[in-house]
Nanobody, 124 residues
Framework: QVQLVESGGGLVQAGGSLRLSCAASGRTFRGNIMGWFRQAPGKEREFVAQISWGGGSISYADSVKGRFTISRDNAKNSVYLQMNSLKPEDTGLYYC?????????????????WGQGTQVTVSS
């Protein structure tokens, strides 16, 4: 199993930017699909973005398309989420996750490894 540690969260004003990072360890990182999910208080965890091992396949939730960019650096065992034009509704705990299979409609159940999350708060 792969171990994941997120960083980069914080408090930002609406319209601002943040870059989240996820550091992975464990020999099973290779070949994994990496994803980002988020969870707001009182709401279910929702998909944000995912990227294949080689970076050739990427998908986003409709709510973040055009504002967020997912990327990865396999040499550093890391995945990133660049978040621009942030909105108050982007507030939540952001999780990094790893999966072995690509799904066109990813859900939390399709990802087997999770980090502890990093808090993102966007003020209006």
């Amino acid at each position: 199993q792969v171990q994941l540690v997120e960083s980069g969260g914080g408090l930002v004003q609406a319209g601002g930017s943040l870059r989240l990072s996820c550091a992975a360890s464990g020999r099973t990182f290779r070949g994994n699909i990496m994803g980002w999910f988020r969870q707001a208080p009182g709401k279910e965890r929702e998909f944000v973005a995912q990227i294949s091992w080689g970076g050739g396949s990427i998908s986003y939730a409709d709510s973040v398309k055009g504002r967020f960019t997912i990327s990865r650096d396999n040499a550093k065992n890391s995945v990133y989420l660049q978040m621009n034009s942030l909105k108050p509704e982007d507030t939540g705990l952001y999780y990094c996750a790893a999966a072995s299979t690509w799904y066109s409609r990813p859900a939390p159940s399709t990802f087997g490894s999770w980090g502890q999350g990093t808090q993102v708060t966007v003020s209006s």
